[in-house]
Nanobody, 123 residues
Framework: VQLQAFGGGLVQPGGSLALSCAVA????????MGWFRQAPGKEREFVAA???????KYTDAVKGRFTISRDNAKNTVWLQMNSLKPEDTAAYSC??????????????????WGQGTLVTVFS
């Protein structure tokens, strides 16, 4: 299974970006999909997850601003990011797991990863 993330870029505070993650070589219906981010000098952190059964989870820092969605027929997952803040600056990666829902915040349970796409929020 290969994952590829797209959509990063430069944006001013308050702006929006939409990231996409294309999944190849596997059936998206089998996987819970997660978005993680890693800011410069910091550890990678959980951002959002979309379960195969419809569950959704966000880290508190992005609730109300980010929206994760998926289209299983298109094997694609999106992360719509609104009201961006400088602290959202990071490399964003998508990942796939078959773990139970309670573990989706844990990066170690994800078995497939895409490359990061850089999001820079600057004044």
């Amino acid at each position: 299974v290969q994952l590829q993330a797209f959509g990063g870029g430069l944006v001013q505070p308050g702006g929006s970006l939409a990231l996409s993650c294309a999944v190849a070589g596997g059936n998206l219906r089998r996987y819970t999909m997660g978005w993680f981010r890693q800011a410069p000098g910091k550890e990678r952190e959980f951002v959002a997850a979309s379960g195969w059964s419809g569950n959704i989870k966000y880290t508190d820092a992005v609730k109300g601003r980010f929206t994760i969605s998926r289209d299983n027929a298109k094997n694609t997952v999106w992360l719509q990011m609104n009201s961006l803040k400088p602290e959202d600056t990071a490399a964003y990666s998508c990942a796939a797991t078959t773990t139970v829902w309670g573990w989706v915040r844990e990066e170690d349970v994800y078995i497939y990863w895409g490359q990061g796409t850089l999001v820079t929020v600057f004044s």
